[in-house]
């Protein structure tokens, strides 16, 4: 069986790189610039020695396939702790180079290590990922119902096929070939697991050699509009025609967003949104869509017109 699952864990193992090099970055700099400053107090040392510049492989442990669809931080961290000690030890063997003092502490006290990361990855979270995880969690979720009605109207091989340019799904058998490495793995029956990422970057990352099911962690897409964002739509126009209220609720369905969000980021009630949302799907300008309980809405292509043409647009 395929299915989707969304890793708050694999965000924060990936958004390392573009702390290290946010030049190979640009549509995460707008990110990078506010969250660098919030990770002054935190030593994410060990972090950096694990994901590595170039980063050629990710040790395994580190970002463990979730095992449930939407875990939180919390519960992944849990999962990571549990690792066995030769797990690791064979994990920390790939990575190339000279090993750090803490990566070979981590070799040689494996559990007692395994918990100070833990606390490493919490720490780091909080700062530089905590305030932007519900608009990164909402992208993600969209991306989830998207592949899914991808999945449900073309099959396994259409979802599969379009996915990547370098992943091809021929009858039982899947091929990834990634930049420095390429394999096959067959699936026999076990389906894949696809893992929808913000700060993954322009390709995929595979994990064929984890019990269970391959893994596949692919490209969200428009990742660059979470960070497209004023407080409020710059243009006068659009609130004269269509109130303030209605006009900022458009601004801000850039990224698909669930009604309880938008209450929070506007100050207004579920109620009230509930109710402006309804009169801009009623004009053919926000359309909903259903992602697990949630209901999220976005811009209709006819409301993305509407902005861009009142100068609401952000920059």
Not at 61 to 80: G, H, I, K, M, R
Not at 199 to 227: D, E, H, I, K, M
Request: proline share 9%; charged share 20%.
């Amino acid at each position: 069986m395929t299915r989707f699952a969304i890793s708050p864990l694999w965000e924060v193992i990936a958004s390392v790189r573009i702390i290290n090099q946010p030049q190979l970055f640009p549509e995460h700099l707008p990110w990078y610039e506010r969250a660098r400053p919030r990770l002054a107090g935190v030593d994410w040392r060990l972090l950096a020695d694990l994901v590595q510049i170039p980063t050629l492989v990710i040790p395994t442990f580190v970002c463990t396939p979730p095992a449930t669809s939407q875990p939180t931080l919390d519960v992944e961290l849990a999962t990571l702790v549990t690792t066995p000690p030769e797990a690791v030890r064979a994990s920390l063997d790939i990575l190339p180079g000279p090993r750090s003092s803490r990566l070979t502490a981590m070799h040689t006290e494996p559990v007692a290590e395994l918990a100070r990361l833990a606390e490493t990855i919490r720490a780091y979270a909080d700062a530089a990922i905590g305030p932007y995880w519900p608009r990164m969690r909402t992208l993600l979720e969209r991306e989830v119902l998207l592949g899914a009605q991808r999945m449900a109207s073309d099959g396994v091989h259409g979802l599969l096929n379009h996915l990547d340019p370098y992943v091809r799904l021929e009858a039982d058998t899947l091929r990834v070939d990634h930049i420095v490495l390429a394999g096959t793995v067959r699936l026999d029956g076990r389906g894949l697991l696809l893992v929808p990422s913000v700060f993954g970057g322009p390709r995929v990352w595979s994990n064929f050699g984890s019990p269970g099911q391959p893994v596949l962690r692919y490209p969200a897409r428009a990742v660059a509009t979470l960070w497209e964002r004023d407080p409020a739509p710059r243009g006068q126009g659009l609130a004269r025609v269509l109130g303030r209220t209605r006009a900022t609720l458009l601004h801000e369905l850039a990224v698909p967003t669930s009604t309880l969000e938008l209450a929070g980021r506007c100050g207004l009630t579920p109620g009230t949104v509930s109710q402006h949302l309804g009169a801009l799907r009623d004009a053919g300008l926000v359309g909903a869509h259903r992602a697990g309980r949630f209901v999220l809405y976005a811009r209709t292509t006819a409301g993305e017109a509407v902005v861009n043409a009142s100068g609401a647009a952000t920059a």
